[in-house]
Nanobody, 114 residues
Framework: VQLQASGGGLAQAGGSLRLTCKTRGINFRIADMAWYRQVPEKQRDLVASITSGGSASYVDSVKGRFTVSRDYSRNTMSMQMDNLKPEDTGVYYC?????????WGQGTQVTVSS
């Protein structure tokens, strides 16, 4: 199983970034997926998730600003991040639970300057 996250970078407050998670080794059509964020010395926290059927949910702090989606033809999950805020800064990880365990991508850094 491989999860490869990309798309992070530096943005100004109010700007946008788009994260993508390319998956291999799972049946993407039946796998629930998620994005987590981690800042130094803190635990990894759930930001958004999307079911195999495409139903998305978000933590309150990103509702109305982030949109998670999935492309079944490319086995990828994406997250459009708009109106970014400095508190969105962190390393973003894509995640899935497959064959009895959690799988994580390598993380992509998002830095939002004020």
């Amino acid at each position: 199983v491989q999860l490869q996250a990309s798309g992070g970078g530096l943005a100004q407050a109010g700007g946008s970034l788009r994260l993508t998670c390319k998956t291999r080794g799972i049946n993407f059509r039946i796998a629930d997926m998620a994005w987590y964020r981690q800042v130094p010395e803190k635990q990894r926290d759930l930001v958004a998730s999307i079911t195999s059927g495409g139903s998305a949910s978000y933590v309150d702090s990103v509702k109305g600003r982030f949109t998670v989606s999935r492309d079944y033809s490319r086995n990828t999950m994406s997250m459009q991040m708009d109106n970014l805020k400095p508190e969105d800064t962190g390393v973003y990880y894509c995640n899935t639970y497959w064959r009895g365990r959690q799988w994580w991508g390598q993380g992509t850094q998002v830095t939002v300057s004020s």
